[in-house]
Each structure stands twice: as structure tokens, then as C-alpha cells.
């Protein structure tokens, strides 16, 4: 139940549940990054590994298979940097190929985003996307389910250009 009302929730193997406002901010999510990426693939899992959505051409590829492995590659590299002495929150790993690029990302300590995109789009502006959709991703999941739409316009398009601006800012910074 919630506010006296019952739901339709989804109950995660890592023990959280999605309700429907956050699954409708998670679809919003991944639509804009599909398309600002462009992302040939997106993949939103748990840590478990269980499917939450995906979107794009995934052609031949088990998602259940590939949503496991996600989950444990984000596993493994969490333990290496640990181990390392370099373990930071909101990791990303990333795998070059010769036509395709995977970036897999960690979204808070429940959720894992993977994105798949073209060779040929330029890193840096998919790293900053899936930087910023993770962290959406992050602060809706860690949110009250009645705040989710304030979380959603924290993040509308022109706070990007912002923190576009500052990027850059920072980079050009003598």
C-alpha cells in the first residue's frame, strides 16, 4: 500500500522496490540518454543483475545473460579498486571495441548502467551523459516515491547546459 492506494511495485533481488513513479522516471532516463548518447544499447540492472529496462538494439544478446555479467564486472572492478586503495564511489568501467564502445556504470549502490554506443561518438561527451544519467538514476531509486517528479526537474535541460559550462570552465581553468 501506499498512500492507501496498492500498487503494482517491482521487488528487486537486492531488496529495494521500484515503484511506478520511479520506473516512469527510469524510462524518461534512458529515452533522453538513447537519444542525446546516441546509444545503440542501454541496460538498467540491479546489482544482482535482475533486468530492470533496456532500450535500443540489442540484437542477438541474451539481456539476462549480459545483465548478470554487468553486474559482476561492476562487482569485480569495485573490489579491485578496493583492494587497490582506489575505490571511489560511482564507478565507471569501460571496454573499447573496434565498432562498438561499452560503458558500464554505477548508479548508487543498488542499480548498474550499461550503455552501448557506436566507435566512431566521442567518449567524453557519452562519459559525461552516463555520469549524469546515473546519478538521475541514483537520486530517483534513493528518493521517496512522491518526490520523484522534484528529483526529475533537479536535472531539466537547461541545468545541464550549466554544468556543461562549468565543465568546461574547469577545464580551460589555468
Given amino acids: 500500500m501506499y498512500a492507501g492506494v496498492r500498487i503494482n511495485m517491482i521487488n528487486l533481488r537486492c531488496g529495494i522496490s521500484i515503484f511506478p513513479e520511479q520506473d516512469k522516471a527510469f524510462d524518461q532516463i534512458l529515452t533522453d540518454l538513447l537519444e542525446k548518447a546516441p546509444a545503440r544499447f542501454i541496460l538498467l540492472t540491479d546489482v544482482s543483475g535482475q533486468i530492470i529496462s533496456a532500450r535500443g538494439e540489442r540484437g542477438k544478446a541474451d539481456i539476462v545473460a549480459l545483465g548478470s555479467l554487468v553486474a559482476g564486472d ?20 569501460m571496454r573499447e571495441g573496434s565498432k562498438f564502445h561499452t560503458l558500464i556504470f554505477e548508479a548508487g549502490p543498488y542499480l548498474v548502467l550499461l550503455m552501448q554506443i557506436s566507435s566512431e561518438v566521442p567518449i567524453g561527451w557519452v562519459r559525461f551523459l552516463g555520469k549524469l544519467s546515473a546519478e538521475k538514476i541514483s537520486r530517483v531509486i534513493e528518493s521517496d516515491p512522491g518526490n520523484v517528479d522534484d528529483v526529475m526537474h533537479e536535472f531539466q535541460s537547461g541545468d ?15
Fill in 160 to 174: 545541464m547546459e550549466l554544468m556543461m559550462n562549468d565543465l568546461l570552465d574547469d577545464v580551460w581553468k589555468e
Fill in 74 to 93: 561492476l562487482a569485480a572492478s569495485q573490489e579491485i579498486a578496493r583492494v587497490s586503495g582506489d575505490y571511489q564511489k560511482n564507478q565507471m568501467i
